[in-house]
């Protein structure tokens, strides 16, 4: 089954109506600058309103690993999504409290370093590079995909938007386990457009029943 993200949460979003779409992770932003960003609202977060079936992602750049062990215990986040030049030894010592999802900002190729944190990460996610650390809202180009051949589930991200067509290509390469959802799917920057969600959610899920 296609996992779904849903990255960039806010307190301007409604926690029981994201709930009510079902995605497996919920992703929150922690990066000063990102119109996401709820470094100083996280008390505002409805985190009582997911159930447990939802993972929480806290979404890091390059932040001290005692600042987010603070966060993980404080909210209870499950996995850790890091969008700077997080090492592998950073890596490893995050995974003694979270599991961490190293993001890879690529356009037209592979990085070469990446089965090395295949020991220490749970997923990585293939990112578009752009301007801003995520959320850029654009593409790279997806057909670099089919070169990678390492033993870590992936997820992808940038610029997938309701027109979004390359499913049925992505589900053929071994390790891809979803989608991640962002700004294409906002009604402004931090505001997610639930309508639009819901019914992309419905195409993928119909997408993995006849599959
Ligand atoms: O979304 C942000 O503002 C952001 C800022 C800093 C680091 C990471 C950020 N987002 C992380 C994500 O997982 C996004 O969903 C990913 O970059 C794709 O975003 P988009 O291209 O808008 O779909």
């Known amino acids: 089954m296609v996992k779904i993200k849903i990255c960039g949460i806010t307190p301007n ?21 990102s119109p996401r960003d709820i470094s100083d609202c996280v008390h505002k977060i409805r985190f009582d309103l997911l159930p447990k079936g939802i993972s929480r992602v ?21 996995y850790v999504q890091l969008h700077g030049d997080e090492t592998v030894e950073y890596c490893a010592e995050l995974s003694s409290f979270a599991k961490p999802i190293k993001a890879f900002r ?3 190729v592979l990085p070469a370093n990446i089965a090395e944190y295949r020991q220490v990460c749970e997923y990585i996610l293939f ?11 654009c593409r790279f180009n997806q057909s ?24 049925s290509y ?10 991640d959802l962002n700004s294409r799917f906002e009604v402004r920057p931090g505001l997610k457009n639930i ?17």
Do not use: W
Request: charged share 25%; glycine share 12%.
């Open 13 to 33: 979003d409604d926690m029981a109506q994201l709930a009510e779409l079902k995605p497996d992770f919920l992703g929150f932003i922690f990066h000063n600058g």
């Open 106 to 108: 690529v356009s037209d």
């Open 144 to 167: 670099i995909l089919s070169e990678y051949h390492c033993n870590m589930p992936f997820l992808v991200g940038g610029g997938i938007g309701p027109d979004f067509a390359g499913l």
């Open 170 to 179: 992505l589900d053929q390469i071994p390790m891809f386990l979803g989608l």
């Open 58 to 78: 806290a979404v890091t750049v390059n932040q001290p690993i005692e600042a987010v062990k603070e966060l993980v215990a404080e909210f209870g986040f499950e």
């Open 127 to 137: 990112d578009a590079k752009g301007r801003k650390a995520g959320g850029n809202g």
């Open 195 to 211: 309508d639009s969600l819901r019914s992309f959610i419905d195409k993928i899920r119909s997408y993995d029943k006849i599959s």
